[in-house]
């Protein structure tokens, strides 16, 4: 019953989307919204969006099982990624009137190094697609007993065809529904806990000393480092995000959304990460530790709101992977398809946009069916090939640097670097070492290529 009801919920959001998306006409209204988003829409939007199933799901796990040493990511690290998106990004990007990152990457360094950073991009996002789609299809499996690759195929479906059918415009107003019922619902949740939890200053008293340590035990201080930078550097230049500040009205507007939306984010990201840092004295013994908050909603609230709850979890997973399929479909659809084909008219345009979609969701349930936990999903993508994104973004926003061929090896650095420091040479801290590197391949090569093209302007003067 409850799985048929929130079946039910999701057919709803999806004619939600499709009635409020009349409105796209062209590309940026499919992608952005066409620009005319207000503050308070793109800050709910945003959190939204940033808010998926690992934030409730993935940390609420992680924590029941390793203590406040679990919940570095969420909500701290990626809710001050959210606050450096709004100092760094999103005014300089809103202003300019982009789609996509890869348009400002494009303008600052060339065509060549649009394409290849539209390569970087897109598997990172995928992955994160990915683990959402995990997460629906656990949901799903709790709900109804069936299969969990069944429930994923078929969570799949449901988000694809509502991604293609609503766009941002139709999905920026639905993210206002779903982040009251994620608020309400996660407060409605703990409250319900708290009355029926007989001694909580017990509870905390017979905690082991190390379930406090928000640093993990045991690391060294560069593995302390790295795990911070994965959330807060490697989700710093995600599509999904910037989307959402580029369908802003202005750039002022933008960035006080981000800094709203990661306000409200952190607040909100404490109650799962409360929940379970209690969980083992409410679910003791949970082997799976990912469906804990699933399996807490069941047996502490009652049939309607538990059914409201897991409508929750379905509303954070639907605003964070059409997010992610759209991110996609922008990138590659207006920064490589459109350009290579030469399209011109718009509903051609929105066609190629919705057809990648379809075709990005169905890479990621392949990868969602290949299995992995959600939260180590969602740090693998964190971490993938962003390296050198974010160090070409912040140089050519904040310097004169503008090598074409500088920024393309360091894309390139950075898509290999990290999987080589972290699964060939086995690096305690390789995300943050990716960084590093990065940056010197930059600022290196900048040089290197600048003073190869002044030997070769004198050599040409002086024939």
Same mark, same amino acid.
């Given at each position: 019953?409850?799985?048929?009801?929130?079946?039910?919920?999701?057919?709803?959001?999806?004619?939600?989307?499709?009635?409020?998306?009349?409105?796209?006409?062209?590309?940026?209204?499919?992608?952005?919204?066409?620009?005319?988003?207000?503050?308070?829409?793109?800050?709910?939007?945003?959190?939204?969006?940033?808010?998926?199933?690992?934030?409730?799901?993935?940390?609420?796990?992680?924590?029941?099982?390793?203590?406040?040493?679990?919940?570095?990511?969420?909500?701290?690290?990626?809710?001050?990624?959210?606050?450096?998106?709004?100092?760094?990004?999103?005014?300089?990007?809103?202003?300019?009137?982009?789609?996509?990152?890869?348009?400002?990457?494009?303008?600052?360094?060339?065509?060549?190094?649009?394409?290849?950073? /539209?390569?970087?991009?897109?598997?990172?996002?995928?992955?994160?697609?990915?683990?959402?789609?995990?997460?629906?299809?656990?949901?799903?499996?709790?709900?109804?007993?069936?299969?969990?690759?069944?429930?994923?195929?078929?969570?799949? /479906?449901?988000?694809?065809?509502?991604?293609?059918?609503?766009?941002?415009? !139709?999905?920026?107003?639905?993210?206002?529904?779903?982040? /009251?019922?994620?608020? !309400?619902?996660?407060?409605?949740?703990?409250?319900? /806990?708290?009355?029926?939890?007989?001694?909580?200053?017990?509870?905390?008293?017979?905690?082991?000393?190390?379930?406090?340590?928000?640093?993990?035990?045991?690391?060294?201080?560069?593995?302390?480092?790295?795990?911070?930078?994965?959330?807060v550097l490697g989700s710093l230049v995600v599509q999904e995000a910037i989307s959402r500040f580029l369908a802003a009205r202005n750039p002022r507007e933008a960035v006080r959304a981000c800094h709203t939306a990661g306000g409200i984010y952190f607040f909100t990201g404490l109650i799962p990460l409360f929940l379970g840092f209690i969980g083992p004295w409410l679910l003791p013994g949970l082997t799976d530790r990912e469906q804990f908050l699933v399996v807490l909603s069941h047996q502490y609230l009652p049939g309607i709101l538990s059914v409201i709850f897991l409508g929750a979890m379905i509303s954070a997973i639907l605003s964070t992977v059409d997010s992610i399929l759209l991110a996609?479909?922008?990138?590659?659809?207006?920064?490589?398809?459109?350009?290579?084909?030469?399209?011109?008219?718009?509903?051609?345009?929105?066609?190629?946009?919705?057809?990648?979609?379809?075709?990005?969701?169905?890479?990621?349930?392949?990868?969602?069916?290949?299995?992995?936990?959600?939260?180590?999903?969602?740090?693998?993508?964190?971490?993938?090939?962003?390296?050198?994104?974010?160090?070409?973004?912040?140089? !050519?926003?904040?310097?004169?640097?503008?090598?074409?061929?500088?920024?393309?090896?360091?894309?390139?650095?950075?898509?290999?670097?990290?999987?080589?420091?972290?699964?060939?040479?086995?690096?305690?801290?390789?995300?943050?070492?990716?960084?590093?590197?990065?940056?010197?391949?930059?600022?290196?090569?900048?040089?290197?290529?600048?003073?190869?093209?002044?030997?070769?302007?004198?050599?040409?003067?002086?024939?």
């Amino acid at each position: 019953m409850k799985g048929l009801l929130i079946v039910f919920y999701v057919i709803v959001q999806i004619f939600i989307g499709v009635y409020l998306s009349r409105k796209i006409k062209n590309e940026a209204d499919y992608f952005v919204g066409g620009r005319r988003v207000s503050f308070f829409l793109v800050s709910f939007s945003l959190f939204a969006t940033w808010f998926g199933a690992e934030t409730c799901l993935g940390s609420s796990g992680a924590v029941y099982e390793t203590g406040l040493s679990g919940s570095r990511a969420d909500p701290f690290g990626f809710s001050l990624c959210l606050f450096l998106m709004g100092f760094f990004l999103a005014g300089q990007l809103r202003k300019r009137n982009y789609l996509t990152l890869a348009d400002f990457i494009r303008d600052r360094y060339g065509r060549v190094a649009e394409k290849l950073v /539209v390569w970087v991009m897109i598997p990172s996002s995928i992955i994160w697609g990915a683990a959402q789609l995990r997460a629906f299809g656990q949901i799903l499996s709790v709900s109804t007993a069936m299969p969990l690759d069944l429930m994923i195929c078929f969570s799949a /479906v449901l988000v694809i065809t509502y991604t293609v059918l609503a766009g941002l415009l !139709g999905d920026i107003y639905t993210d206002l529904i779903q982040g /009251v019922i994620v608020v !309400g619902s996660l407060v409605t949740l703990a409250i319900v /806990v708290l009355t029926r939890v007989p001694d909580l200053p017990a509870i905390f008293r017979q905690m082991p000393a190390d379930r406090w340590q928000i640093l993990g035990v045991g690391e060294s201080i560069w593995e302390r480092l790295d795990r911070w930078a994965v959330p807060v550097l490697g989700s710093l230049v995600v599509q999904e995000a910037i989307s959402r500040f580029l369908a802003a009205r202005n750039p002022r507007e933008a960035v006080r959304a981000c800094h709203t939306a990661g306000g409200i984010y952190f607040f909100t990201g404490l109650i799962p990460l409360f929940l379970g840092f209690i969980g083992p004295w409410l679910l003791p013994g949970l082997t799976d530790r990912e469906q804990f908050l699933v399996v807490l909603s069941h047996q502490y609230l009652p049939g309607i709101l538990s059914v409201i709850f897991l409508g929750a979890m379905i509303s954070a997973i639907l605003s964070t992977v059409d997010s992610i399929l759209l991110a996609c479909a922008a990138l590659f659809s207006h920064n490589f398809l459109i350009p290579v084909l030469g399209i011109k008219k718009e509903k051609t345009k929105v066609l190629a946009g919705r057809s990648t979609v379809v075709i990005t969701g169905l890479i990621a349930l392949a990868i969602a069916l290949g299995g992995n936990r959600i939260y180590d999903l969602v740090l693998l993508a964190a971490a993938f090939g962003t390296a050198g994104v974010l160090v070409i973004t912040m140089f !050519g926003l904040y310097s004169r640097f503008n090598s074409e061929q500088a920024a393309l090896v360091t894309l390139v650095g950075g898509l290999v670097l990290t999987p080589v420091f972290q699964l060939v040479l086995k690096f305690r801290a390789p995300f943050l070492l990716s960084v590093t590197s990065c940056l010197v391949l930059f600022v290196l090569s900048s040089y290197l290529f600048r003073k190869a093209s002044a030997e070769v302007r004198f050599a040409e003067e002086h024939r």
